[in-house]
């Protein structure tokens, strides 16, 4: 099973493809998923808002350290 992921844009009841399909895909049938690509942007706004809310700062000389995460 070949798996593409293409952009179109719906216009006067076509769906029209943002590039063509090689040859071998002539007369198949195809199943579509549509994904609304402002809803995607709504949504990766929404996330960068919730990180940028719950994000903080740390010290400039600030060291991770695994091993003493691991002591508590």
């Not at 992921?5 to 009841?13: E, K, M, Q, V």
């Not at 199943?31 to 990180?51: A, H, M, P, S, Y």
């Amino acid at each position: 099973m070949a798996c593409k992921i293409l952009t179109a844009t719906y216009n006067n009841g076509s769906l029209i493809l943002d590039r063509h399909l090689e040859s071998i895909m002539e007369g198949k049938t195809f199943k579509i998923v549509l994904i609304d690509t402002d809803e995607g942007d709504r949504k990766k706004q929404q996330f960068l808002q919730l990180v940028d809310k719950h994000s903080f700062s740390l010290s400039p000389d600030y060291q991770f350290n695994r091993d003493e995460l691991h002591e508590r």
